[in-house]
């Protein structure tokens, strides 16, 4: 009787610690709480969290809602499936082909052209501009819906000039 004790006693003890362990090597992780479909902007309310195995993870899987919140998803994304930052992008602002306006200010002076964006881009992204006047790509930085910003952002100079000695 006392061995059966024993016996049962040390199943538990097994158990509870297989428990621990398991629950000490899972990971959160981000998920969409339903499908969503590409081109969808991402709300908190669409993502919900999930614990897996820690050991299984890979690299570049969402852990934080905050990560995600109003980012435009770049493929279908299924309900319960780890959602990788890569599967997520700022929402477009600038389309391919559209007329953008394009804006350079310096200290006392502030240019603003008409160019056409010649790649896409979200918020914050370098897209490629062509420039009506001179017909030569410059690269600028996505500040708005169909607004651009060309320009060094630390000294607002484009590289060209910022490389020239006088």
Same mark, same amino acid.
């Given at each position: 009787m006392i061995a059966r004790f024993a016996l049962v006693a040390a199943l538990m003890l097994a158990t509870s610690a297989a428990a621990e362990i398991s629950t000490s090597s899972l990971a959160r992780i981000v998920v969409p709480a339903h499908d969503i479909k590409r081109g969808d902007?991402?709300?908190?309310?669409?993502?919900?969290?999930?614990?897996?195995?820690a050991a299984a993870m890979i690299a570049g899987i969402a852990s934080s809602m905050d990560q995600l919140d109003g980012m435009e998803a770049r493929r279908f994304l299924h309900a319960g499936e780890?959602?990788?930052?890569?599967?997520?992008?700022?929402p477009i602002l600038v389309t391919k082909g559209s007329n953008v306006t394009m804006t350079f200010s310096a200290p006392g002076?502030?240019?603003? @052209?008409? !160019?056409?964006?010649?790649? @896409? !881009? !979200?918020?914050? @992204?370098?897209v490629t501009v062509l420039n009506p006047v001179s017909y030569k790509q410059i690269s600028a930085v996505v500040t708005g819906s169909g607004q651009v910003r060309v320009g060094d952002p630390i000294t607002n100079v484009p590289a060209q000039l910022a490389s020239t000695q006088p």
């Open positions: 902007v991402i709300g908190d309310s669409d993502l919900v969290y999930q614990n897996v195995n780890a959602l990788r930052l890569d599967d997520v992008r700022h002076i502030a240019l603003t @052209e008409t !160019g056409k964006a010649m790649s @896409e !881009g !979200g918020m914050g @992204e370098t």
